[in-house]
Structures are given as structure tokens and as C-alpha cells.
């Protein structure tokens, strides 16, 4: 059959992009993820565990922070409200004093205190140079 006039030589270019071979990659790789996901392990978190520590203290002084956020300082007997500046300075000066240096501060947070209160009174503690920090805790439910 002869072609028609006029259109002898042309071709017509295609405007559309062929979506099969991409279609059939996002397969392969939809495959691959569905396999290899359940052999990955998951990030397990290592929390340490409530214990004793392996040497007690023989004289320790006591940061109470209350649910409300206020903050006590407790040596001997003597407690005091103080600033969160003022307990680091006060526990700095206290730990210094003792003579054997085994001294330790302890810090006691009541359980409805957030965790960032807390870790802020233990930053003050270490940055102006307190050696010993511990935390007080209940133990048993």
C-alpha cells in the first residue's frame, strides 16, 4: 500500500515517557526493603539498673529538688532553700572541706521532678567541679 501524500520521511515523536522500566525498579527495590527489614536488628537502649553502689559514702550532703523545682541543701542536720548557682557552689565548698575527699553529693529528686531538672542540678554540680555525684532512688516497686 502506498503511503499517503505529504507524509513521506516524517516520523511522529513520542511526547510520553515510558513508565514501565520505572515501575519494575520501584518494584525490585519494594521487594528488597520487605525482605532485608525484618533481619534488622532494633536500637536496644542499655539502661543501667537500680543497685547499690560498690562503696557507700562515709559522709555525704543531699541536693533535694521538690516537684515544684525548689531546691534544698542538706549537710548534717542543716538545710537550706538555694538557687541552682548557689547549691553547686555550696556543695563545691562542702565537698572540699571534708578531709578524706570520699565525700559525695547526693541528689534526691521527688518521682513527679522531670528528667531535665534533674540533669540541669547534676550539670551545675559537675561544672563548678564536684567530684562525686550520685542519685538517691527507691528501690523495690
Known amino acids: 500500500m502506498p503511503a499517503p501524500a505529504g507524509s513521506r520521511g516524517r516520523r511522529r515523536t513520542i511526547n510520553e515517557i515510558n513508565m514501565v522500566p ?20 532494633p ?9 547499690k553502689a560498690s ?15 525548689q531546691l534544698q541543701f542538706q549537710t548534717d542536720g542543716n538545710t537550706r532553700a538555694v ?9 563545691l565548698h562542702w565537698q572540699k572541706s571534708q578531709p578524706d575527699g570520699k565525700a559525695a553529693v547526693i541528689i534526691a529528686a521527688e518521682k513527679s521532678v522531670t528528667y531535665e531538672t534533674v540533669v540541669k542540678a547534676m550539670s551545675a554540680l559537675q561544672k563548678v567541679g564536684v ?3 550520685g542519685l538517691s532512688v527507691k528501690q523495690g516497686g
Open 131 to 133: 567530684q562525686r555525684v
Open 55 to 69: 562503696q557507700q559514702p562515709i559522709k555525704f550532703a543531699t541536693l533535694a529538688i521538690s516537684k515544684n523545682g
Open 22 to 41: 520505572f515501575i519494575d525498579v520501584m518494584l525490585v527495590l519494594l521487594i528488597i526493603f520487605m525482605v532485608t527489614a525484618p533481619m534488622l536488628t
Open 83 to 91: 538557687t541552682e548557682k548557689e547549691a553547686a557552689e555550696a556543695a
Open 43 to 51: 536500637g536496644v537502649i542499655d539502661v543501667p539498673s537500680v543497685g
